[in-house]
């Protein structure tokens, strides 16, 4: 929403092979400091594995990633610094059902960031507060419903401090109904200058918020642009297709 | 005849326990047959049983050899300290039922269970011993009024109490060397009984827990040497019997140590015990280990918590939490496999069941005595699946 002209996430001819199965081929993107990036695509074009590669969930071959100046390469101190600076957010929310709300939000800062206890969870309170689920910190995960538990996944992984939000899908496994509320905070996060990567088939969120929209097919950037570019002016067939089968229902 | 309503069904759909015999039991000819069958003979194997538990059966072998039965040859003047331990124990325990009173479902089981040593000591033992085994039920009631009236106090100092019960234990059994020490060194062999079984048992326990993690850690492990190390020990080890480590331990060890340096026997016996559980239950952990989700280790390492923090934190409690039932049915195969020190010519409560059956007085009452020792293995193995089970609703595991 409010870039500014930083660079924050800088993609060069990213190659990715699964096997023989090339993944991702010559996927090229700059971010700036507080864009909001949306990704879309058909199933199995390799959105995922593009954002997992930016904070080294997966391994890419060929080419260069570098997040807030570090390069991910095999030097484990870079993939842990990329990973302090990056927040996660899964399509099946990956709590951890073992912790209470507030460990799963406290977990990290605590053993990660090294804060006490203390400021941990005052952080954490007012994250649960932002996300709107302040009442539910010593309840477990599996006593939430699915919109609460993302939320909890987002306050999760806002509570690292991260500059850089990847969101896979975070509304695909939900109710209709519980939609809204994840995408309400996911809004309210664009609006406050964090800098998201957003795979989402949720063309309202990405009209209303997203400054660029990056459409992938078969492991290719097939087209880029703006929501009103892409929206009104498609300049590639198979954008069109696509988009014409996701806004038909 | 005519008082009856004609609107009841008929006798054998009528609720209660008439109707349900009626239905179940004596349904057919056949049935009525069958049930009469198996009537007469549990009349006949449970009516000769109780007959040979009252009358027949000379209980006197198992009174009168107690001591032997419960400590071995551990010297008499020394004994306290074993009851000191068994004291701290009761404490413990009655401390913790205190603490959960509140969510406890059968409280009056729970309260039973610490009176359970009076029962004991009403047996024609000499008075010290009674009074001794009615201090343990003492003790316990005292534990469990103080951890109900102040539950939040005892929390932590009961948490402590069960953590550093073992080394105390060991230390009151065992001794402190060096001169002028106020507790004079018992060695081993002398230990026997219950206690020499509960030592193998707890060290075996205690020992092969983190070495078992170790493994199955290993196993999984990316680096292909301790991944080799950990698959071919555990294929080592899984791939012979208890016995036949035993043994080695007992007979081949010394072979290849130096001249003058000895291990105890009973040390030996541990390490053999806790080695092979380590094998067994490392594939248990591993099972643990492989049924958490991929999304576990991706949303910890997402969060920057390295492989070691995500394993301590996120993995292994889930797992080892999976797995608790499993843990809990290979120690009990432990503490019954610890008997086959006997074979090696250790005296444990099966041991020591064969030297007093050595002596002339006591000869033929085989039946006696291996009927009491199974029953201490049964009592002991009922109550560490029964803790188990309270532990698993502790823990909320199948609910979260
Ligand atoms: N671990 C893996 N091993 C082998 N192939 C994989 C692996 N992960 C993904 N793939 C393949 O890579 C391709 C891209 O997968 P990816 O998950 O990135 O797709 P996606 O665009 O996120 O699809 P979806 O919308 O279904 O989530 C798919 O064809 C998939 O089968
Ligand atoms: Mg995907």
Request: aromatic share 10%; with cysteine.
């Given at each position: ?5 930083e ?26 400091k ?6 879309f ?41 990329v ?22 939000v ?16 005052e ?9 709107g689920i ?6 477990f ?12 996944a ?26 809204k509320?994840v995408?309400d905070v ?24 997203a ?17 009103q ?21 | 005849?005519?008082e ?35 009537a ?10 109780l007959v ?11 009174l ?66 009674r009074l001794?085994?009615?201090?343990l ?6 534990g ?65 827990f983190?070495l ?11 680096l292909p ?9 555990i ?15 007992q ?45 576990q ?8 918590l ?25 120690f ?32 033929g ?26 532990l ?9």
């Amino acid at each position: 929403m409010s870039q500014s002209e930083e660079t924050i996430i800088k993609c060069v001819n990213v190659n990715k092979w699964y096997g023989n199965f090339h993944a991702l081929k010559d996927v090229s993107m700059e971010v700036k400091k507080g864009e909001v990036i949306v990704i879309f695509g058909p199933s199995g074009s390799g959105k995922s594995t593009f954002i997992r590669c930016i904070n080294r969930l997966e391994e890419h071959q060929k080419g260069d990633i570098i997040v807030d100046g570090i390069e991910l390469s095999h030097d484990v101190r870079n993939i842990e610094k990329v990973r302090m600076e990056t927040g996660m957010v899964f399509q099946q929310f990956n709590l951890f059902p073992h912790l209470t709300v507030m460990q799963n939000v406290t977990l990290a800062p605590i053993q990660v960031r090294k804060w006490d206890k203390a400021k941990a969870e005052e952080v954490a309170a007012q994250l649960l507060a932002r996300v709107g689920i302040p009442e539910q910190a010593n309840k477990f995960p599996g006593q939430l419903s699915g919109g609460q538990q993302q939320r909890v996944a987002i306050a999760r992984a806002l509570a690292m401090q991260p500059k850089i939000m990847l969101f896979d899908e975070p509304t695909s496994a939900l109710d209709p109904e519980m939609i809204k509320e994840v995408l309400d905070v996911m809004v309210e996060l664009a609006k406050s200058g964090m800098t998201m990567l957003v795979v989402t088939h949720e063309m309202g969120f990405a009209r209303a918020v997203a400054d660029r929209m990056f459409f992938f097919d078969k492991g290719q950037i097939v087209e880029s642009g703006t929501p009103q570019d892409i929206f009104k002016a498609p300049k590639e067939a198979r954008t069109k297709l696509f988009l014409s089968q996701i806004l038909s229902h | 005849m005519t008082e009856i309503p004609s609107s009841l069904p008929p006798l054998s759909e009528r609720p209660g326990a008439l109707g349900w015999m009626r239905r179940n039991l004596f349904s057919t000819w056949g049935n009525s047959l069958l049930t009469l069958l198996s009537a007469a003979f549990l009349v006949w194997a449970i009516g000769g049983l109780l007959v040979w538990i009252f009358s027949a059966a000379e209980w006197r072998v198992v009174l009168v050899n107690m001591r032997l039965v419960m400590v071995g040859q551990y010297p008499v003047a020394l004994v306290w300290r074993i009851w000191v331990a068994m004291y701290f124990l009761a404490f413990l325990i009655g401390n913790t039922v205190g603490l959960r009173m509140e969510k406890t479902t059968r409280k009056g089981l729970a309260v039973g269970l610490l009176f359970s040593p009076l029962v004991f000591a009403l047996f024609s033992f000499s008075l010290e011993a009674r009074l001794a085994i009615a201090g343990l039920s003492l003790i316990a009631l005292a534990g469990w009024w103080l951890g109900s009236r102040w539950p939040q106090a005892f929390r932590r100092p009961v948490l402590i109490g069960w953590i550093i019960y073992f080394p105390v234990f060991m230390l009151l059994v065992r001794g402190v060397s060096g001169e002028g020490s106020p507790m004079e060194v018992v060695e081993s062999n002398l230990w026997g009984g219950l206690l020499l079984t509960f030592m193998l048992t707890v060290v075996g326990i205690v020992f092969s827990f983190p070495l078992g993690v170790f493994l199955a850690l290993g196993r999984r492990s990316q680096l292909p040497v301790v991944r080799w190390f950990s698959v071919g020990y555990i294929e080592l080890v899984r791939g012979v019997p208890l016995i036949t480590i035993l043994f080695m331990a007992q007979l081949m060890l010394p072979l290849f140590l130096p001249t003058g340096l000895t291990i105890d026997r009973v040390i030996r016996a541990m390490v053999g015990i806790t080695l092979f559980s380590a094998a067994y239950l490392a594939e248990n952990v591993r099972g643990g280990l492989q049924a958490i989700p991929k999304g576990q280790f991706e949303a910890a390492h997402a969060l920057g918590l390295s492989g070691f923090q995500s394993m301590l934190y996120i993995i292994l409690p889930q797992a080892l939490r999976l797995v608790i039932p499993i843990l809990v049915g290979q120690f009990i195969a432990l503490f019954k496999d610890t008997s086959l020190v006997a074979i090696v010519g250790l005296f444990d409560l099966l041991g020591i069941a064969k030297t007093v059956l050595a002596q002339p007085e006591f000869l033929g009452l085989q039946r006696e005595v291996y009927a009491f020792i199974s029953l201490i293995y049964w009592v002991l193995s009922y109550a560490m699946s029964y803790f188990s089970q309270r532990l698993e609703v502790a823990l909320g595991v199948g609910e979260r």
